[in-house]
């Protein structure tokens, strides 16, 4: 198997790849998923649906996830993923990824540990809970519902850092869906969007020090008719 790309969210040092292996309390989600869902919704559509899964039903998309993509199976994710990235947007991708493999020791020509590294997606992150985000597949096609997922995951990543829990969103858990489905019990009128590891991090783990680089407000920002 050839070295697969990198495909993560990181949200500044909002991305904990090593988790302790301690379970997080169903109360305390709730409490999280309460406060993530005063999210923005446009319109008050609020198209989200969360399929929260842990113990062996989520070893078993591990499992699935990995034995598919040791396979050769093709990505089967099913939300628009667009072009590859080009140009800048490329170079702040592999920017990241050289700091989280420069971090571990991995080095560039270590194409093992640097699979290995990758098929932590397809686990997602082993973590001990994984959140399924899936909008209504009656609202697909319309950017307001994917604007709104995003923010309601956003929303939820903070809850979970409030309450010390660390997370990543992640498309690599989701790559091969029919195991995703099957295991999460996720009915066919929802579209399966992202997934979210979440658990205690550990803070001994390397990677959970790096921080991704960010534009400058300079950069991303344009202030128009201020003095």
Not at 114 to 143: H, K, M, N
Not at 167 to 193: K, L, T, W
Request: net charge neutral; with cysteine.
């Amino acid at each position: 198997m050839s070295v697969l790309s990198y495909d993560e969210v990181v949200l500044g040092r909002r991305s904990i790849r090593g988790y302790l292996d301690k379970p997080v309390p169903r109360a305390l989600i709730e409490e999280i998923l309460t406060l993530a869902m005063r999210a923005p919704s446009s319109m008050n559509t609020q198209p989200w649906h969360f399929h929260v899964v842990t113990g062996e039903s989520l070893n078993r998309i591990r499992q699935g996830n990995t034995e598919r993509i040791l396979a050769g199976e093709p990505d089967s994710r099913e939300f628009r993923k667009g072009n590859p990235f080009a140009g800048v947007h490329r170079d702040r991708q592999v920017e990241v990824a050289k700091q989280l493999f420069g971090a571990m020791g991995i080095a560039r020509d270590d194409a093992p540990a640097r699979q290995d590294w990758v098929l932590r997606g397809f686990r997602q992150f082993d973590a001990p809970v994984c959140v399924i985000v899936t909008y209504d597949r009656e609202l697909s096609g319309s950017d307001d519902t994917a604007f709104d997922c995003g923010a309601v995951t956003t929303a939820l990543v903070n809850a979970a850092w409030s309450r010390g829990l660390g997370c990543v969103i992640n498309s690599q858990g989701i790559m091969q869906s029919p195991v995703v489905r099957e295991h999460a019990g996720i009915p066919d009128d929802q579209v399966i969007m992202k997934a979210v590891a979440l658990g205690w991090p550990d803070p001994e783990f390397p990677a959970n020090a790096v921080v991704s680089k960010r534009k400058s407000v300079e950069e991303a920002a344009r202030f128009v008719g201020f003095d």
